[in-house]
């Protein structure tokens, strides 16, 4: 089902579709039903979840429908760091992390609440002189710091489990296989292969979730819980399953 309202459309995006990338899928679709069509807020490219297109004189209600806030699930990796905070990096640390990690993230994540500054991560969707963040942190330049005011509305920490190092590699690898263009992909899996050696080493993951204010990155949120605790962590899902007034269970799924 697509949920309309006027001629809005709530549409989920699933992992691997974005980065066609989102602005090439709304040409697409716009295309398929006749419309001229625009986003409200794009996802990370391993994450999924709710996205709004707006079409014909809606997409003149960008600004309004962008402010909303959205609410993310997501899942921490314990034992690991990489450049973009997510497993879609280099790893560029590793410790052994027990599953009293939940704990300290309950702690941790309960001190995020109101207003949050907030570094946004080398690797991200902003434009530079024309180009986006992600293609200078791929370059390996560097690239002026940019702190963003963004709010957090609730949280809260809902699970742990121990995952092996066989199902990590191949759940890791199948997310980063689902992601189009260019992101490091061949180097970042070989790097995981290089660190998950089929032993019988298990690593928490820890299930969250957040309401938060527009530009809030779930992964720069990861990055410092992690400087929070003094251990490494990253993200390995993110799924925005609600925006505004739009759930996950109001959207369709376009291929």
Not at 145 to 151: R, Y
Not at 178 to 205: H, M, N
Request: overall charge neutral; hydrophobic content about 35%.
């Amino acid at each position: 089902m697509i949920r309309r309202a006027k001629e809005d459309i709530s549409t989920s995006l699933r992992r691997g579709h974005f980065y066609i990338g989102l602005t090439a899928f709304v040409k697409k679709f716009a295309d398929s039903i006749g419309k001229i069509a625009t986003h409200t807020g794009s996802l990370d490219p391993l994450a999924d979840g709710v996205v709004i297109v707006l079409t014909d004189d809606d997409r003149f209600r960008k600004e309004e429908e962008s402010s909303v806030s959205k609410e993310y699930t997501f899942r921490v990796l314990g034992g690991f760091s990489t450049d973009s905070h997510d497993v879609l990096g280099i790893i560029s640390k590793t410790l052994p992390v027990s599953v009293d990690i939940y704990n300290q993230i309950v702690v941790n994540l309960s001190h995020y609440s109101g207003t949050y500054l907030q570094k946004v991560p080398d690797f991200s969707a902003r434009r530079i002189n024309g180009e986006s963040a992600f293609d200078f942190a791929k370059r390996g330049e560097k690239i002026e710091e940019k702190i963003e005011e963004v709010f957090i509305l609730g949280q809260s920490v809902t699970g742990v489990t121990l995952v092996s190092e066989q199902h990590l590699l191949r759940d890791i690898t199948d997310r980063i296989s689902c992601v189009k263009g260019s992101f490091r992909q061949a180097d970042i899996i070989k790097g995981w292969e290089e660190v998950l050696y089929k032993t019988d080493r298990q690593f928490p993951l820890v299930e969250c979730s957040v309401v938060v204010s527009k530009r809030m990155y779930v992964r720069g949120l990861v990055r410092d819980l992690s400087e929070d605790i003094g251990v490494p962590l990253t993200t390995l899902s993110i799924t925005r399953i609600k925006n505004g007034k739009y759930s996950i269970d109001d959207c369709t799924v376009f291929e």
